[in-house]
T-cell receptor, first 108, second 112 residues
Framework: GQQVMQIPQYQHVQEGEDFTTYCNSS?????IQWYKQRPGGHPVFLIQ?????EVKKQKRLTFQFGEAKKNSSLHITATQTTDVGTYFC????????FGAGTTVTVRA | DAGVIQSPRHEVTEMGQEVTLRCKPI?????LFWYRQTMMRGLELLIY????????DSGMPEDRFSAKMPNASFSTLKIQPSEPRDSAVYFC??????????FGPGTRLTVT
């Protein structure tokens, strides 16, 4: 069945630095969604990518969908303490599947 | 809209007891999802409904778990009998077809 893998599982970042989290699927995805969950909170939708090679930006966040529609990445520039949380990708092939998430902590 | 509403927010129960979690989706959304989140297993999709009909329940861990959606504005997830390993945060989410999911605040279940 469809599996979505995310790496790294944990990301410890110095405030002001950049980082990237990656999402890989074993099958081709019709689209991919990214969510953020703050500690103690619930997942909140960030963005959806649909087209092969698509790139979308939200302020300091850049999302990319691979050409083969099997992988995606989230790049955050100039990390801030407000970026703390767990970032999930969710692949929508024949069945929606969430990755394990990348938990981000920020050192001030 | 008030968003997805879940109740109770916290539930503590003893092993063997029946537990019922409730969810009110966002009006107009035709998909409803139940998830379970634990540190060990992450966010797991248990079951989802489309227009009140269960579409895929392959994530339901065992027969002790059951879910219903009697109408478009209400769904329940029942565990009977509950076990300590069922302790987790249970999320309900709703969406329109092809669109993002809106998650409720979750129910934190503790089974002692």
């Amino acid at each position: 069945g469809q599996q979505v893998m995310q790496i790294p599982q944990y990301q410890h970042v110095q405030e002001g630095e950049d980082f990237t989290t990656y999402c890989n699927s074993s099958t081709t995805l019709s689209n991919i969604q990214w969510y953020k969950q703050r500690p103690g909170g619930h997942p909140v939708f960030l963005i959806q990518l649909v087209k092969s090679g698509e790139v979308k930006k939200q302020k300091r966040l850049t999302f990319q969908f691979g050409e083969a529609k099997k992988n995606s990445s989230l790049h955050i520039t100039a990390t801030q303490t407000t970026d703390v949380g767990t970032y999930f990708c969710a692949g929508s092939g024949y069945k929606l599947s969430f990755g394990a998430g990348t938990t981000v902590t920020v050192r001030a | 809209d008030a968003g997805v509403i879940q109740s109770p927010r916290h539930e503590v129960t003893e092993m063997g007891q029946e537990v019922t979690l409730r969810c009110k989706p966002i009006s107009g959304h035709d998909y409803l999802f139940w998830y379970r989140q634990t540190m060990m297993r992450g966010l797991e999709l248990l079951i989802y409904f489309n227009n009140n009909v269960p579409i895929d329940d392959s994530g339901m861990p065992e027969d002790r778990f059951s879910a219903k959606m009697p109408n478009a504005s209400f769904s329940t997830l029942k565990i009977q009998p509950s076990e300590p390993r069922d302790s987790a945060v249970y999320f309900c989410a709703s969406s329109r077809v092809g669109y993002e999911q809106y998650f409720g605040p979750g129910t934190r279940l503790t089974v002692t």
